[in-house]
């Protein structure tokens, strides 16, 4: 072995003696970092098992409002046959206006049965034929559009492929049937709820890290002062995003709003506010800017994307999921916000999602007062 | 001016666990209304938990801590407005200017905007800054800093001074500026201060030596020196 070989090779030694005393450090700080351990370790098991729950494509058991106008054997026969798989899970209604159900969200699909169905289904006359008509929110595309597959073909294999009946599709709202309607309002609580929930949540962190949180709290001032002073200035940069967002909603995507503008506003000052302290409290509970920002991406992200209704519809989620949804902010403005955009909802239509908003907004801003100490006990 | 409100302190077997360390071990202590007291020690006699503890930062895990006005307690809920606390760490926002500081603390102690302009003008002269006013915290030197840091508190009016290590990291000249600003205020209101510097206890009315959480000296710095038979008061932590 020449010399150089020889020092080419203690240099890789030495190299390798260098690379394992850092490997053994980080590997002591891992193991001695509760955080990394769960990230580590816990984490791809909890999205495993949340993914693979969340994320569901098949529709199941959608809501159907049907209106038997016929009330004749034939048209329960009907009924029957188009409900007989699990896909729809059917309700009578009579009597009230089918758009008023739309406007409150309680379905997305509404079947009105002719009053002649009875008699033409068996015998039609003069080319007559049994009618029935279906009222679509086009507003869910995703929805319609496999409703609208769906059904004709369900009802053809129940007659047997014969055209005894006559389908008249209508679209409520959206006739189009045009995506970027549901996915930009969509985006926009997305993008509001992500960007409210990172910048609050590391203003409090900031506070601690920088040493002027003991200087401040030495002052008497009570938590609710601070929280409160602290989510002003991000309300009035939210609101201006929220305005930069639904300019380019109606100039770029030309997406129409058809709902109150007023009822549009508040709400987002609610949800602005309910993410922002939704952010604060994890901003008090972590106390480090880079452990505030781990927790809210995720927290600010993830419910926005999977469980708000933005991509994945709730009511095919496990009930434990669905019951999840109730407490998130995203699931309930992700209803106003459609809603006042394309559904011409007002806040008659939206009592639940709004009181459901501002009630976590409440609740929040409370909890994250209490949970923020007016000591500096370790 | 003389203030007639000067506030003394009375600590009656202080006990502190900071999670492992005993921190303070039954600390009785008297701070007399209207001095300079140091607390003086070595780092990690337990200064500045004593200090946290005093401005109702840490909570005493036994013992208690009175606080009175001519021989009169004053009740919990009223005294932490009339204490003024500036930590050892730097505590400022290095963004905002020293005006700013003085705008945003005026505010939060509630001052007028008329008192606020008289104060604050006062203050800034009183230390040097005022030609400073716009610069920002973060590009203050150590001693600045610290001035700007000591004023800001001083805009409520306090009644009782806690400065933890005003004087750490600061060069020699500053330092000799803060005690100046110390003795300038001193007859306005009580002064606890603490310092691992050890000639600074010479500059106070009263030391109180801190060593592992115990205290082994409170008197007058000339009277400590007697007790122990030195010449220097550091001399004592080699008796």
């Known amino acids: 072995m020449t010399a150089y070989g020889y020092g080419k090779k203690a240099k890789m030694k030495e190299t390798l003696k260098k690379i394992k005393a850092i490997a053994l450090k980080e590997y002591r700080h891992i193991m001695r970092d509760k955080f990394t351990l769960t990230a580590g370790f816990g984490l791809p098991l909890f999205l495993i098992i949340f993914f693979g729950f969340i994320i569901e494509l098949n529709y199941d058991k959608i809501p159907v409002f049907v209106k038997d106008n016929s009330r004749s054997a034939q048209s329960r026969a009907f009924v029957q046959k188009l409900f007989a798989g699990d896909l729809f899970k059917p309700s009578y209604v009579s009597g009230e206006d089918p758009i008023k159900y739309f406007e409150r969200n309680e379905t997305a699909v509404f079947i009105n049965i002719d009053k002649d169905f009875g008699k033409f289904i068996s015998y039609p006359q003069n080319g007559r034929r049994a009618q029935i008509q279906i009222l679509l929110d086009g507003s869910d595309n995703s929805k319609a559009g496999l409703v609208l597959s769906y059904i004709p073909s369900i009802i053809s294999n129940a007659y047997d492929g014969k055209q005894m009946y006559k389908i008249k599709t209508r679209f409520i709202y959206n006739g189009e049937l045009n995506s970027k309607y549901f996915i930009i309002p969509g985006l926009i609580v997305v993008i509001i709820g992500l960007i409210s929930i990172l910048l609050s949540s590391l203003t409090i962190a900031k506070e601690w890290e920088r040493g002027s949180m003991e200087l401040l709290l030495s002052t008497g001032i009570s938590p609710a002062e601070i929280i409160l002073g602290k989510i002003l200035p991000y309300m009035v940069m939210s609101l201006i995003a929220t305005v930069v967002v639904f300019t380019a909603a109606q100039i770029v995507f030309a997406v129409p709003f058809t709902g109150s503008f007023v009822f549009f506003f508040v709400s987002c000052c609610v949800f602005i506010t309910a993410c922002l302290g939704l952010g604060i409290f994890i901003s008090v509970i972590a106390k480090q800017q880079q452990l505030a920002m781990l927790i809210s991406m995720p927290v600010g992200l993830l419910p926005s994307m999977l469980l708000s209704g933005f991509i994945f519809p709730i009511e095919n989620m496990p009930l434990f999921f669905r019951i999840l949804t109730a407490v998130l902010p995203q699931r309930w403005f992700m209803e106003i916000c459609r809603g006042t955009f394309l559904r011409s909802a007002g806040f008659a239509d939206l009592t639940i999602p709004f009181f459901a908003l501002s009630g976590f907004c409440v609740f929040i801003v409370i909890l994250a007062s209490k949970k923020f100490k007016t000591d500096i006990e370790p | ?239």
Not at chain 2, 148 to 173: A, Q, R, Y
Not at chain 2, 187 to 196: F, L, R
Not at chain 2, 202 to 215: D, F, M, P, R, S
Request: hydrophobic share 40%.
């Open chain 2, 1 to 239: 001016m003389a203030n007639n409100n000067l506030i003394s302190l009375s600590l009656t077997k202080i006990s502190k666990k900071m999670l492992a360390t005993q921190a303070l071990s039954e600390i009785s202590l008297n701070f007399e209304a209207g001095k300079i007291h140091g607390i003086i020690g070595p780092d990690g006699a337990g200064k500045t938990t004593l200090i946290r503890v005093m401005a109702g930062l840490l909570k005493a895990d036994s013992g208690n801590i009175g606080y009175f006005e001519s021989d009169k307690q004053i009740p919990d809920n009223l005294i932490r407005k009339r204490i003024a606390y500036l930590p050892q760490e730097q505590s400022l926002y290095a963004d905002l200017s020293c005006m700013e500081h003085l705008e945003f603390f005026s505010n939060i102690y509630n001052m007028t905007k008329k008192d606020f302009k008289e104060k604050s003008t006062k203050l800034l002269e009183m230390v040097g800054l005022s030609q400073f006013a716009d610069r920002k915290a973060g590009n203050l030197s150590g001693g600045m800093y610290k001035k700007l840091g000591v004023i800001c508190v001083l805009l409520n009016n306090p009644d009782l001074l806690l400065l933890d290590e005003p004087t750490i990291g600061v060069d020699p000249l500053s330092r000799r500026d803060l005690w100046n600003l110390i003795y300038g205020i001193s007859n306005e209101m009580t002064v606890i201060c603490s310092t691992s510097y050890m000639d600074e206890a010479e500059k106070c009315n009263k030391v109180h030596i801190l060593n592992e959480g115990k205290v082994i000296a409170s008197d007058s710095p000339d009277n400590v020196k007697k007790q122990f038979n030195v010449k220097k008061i550091e001399e004592v932590f080699l008796v």
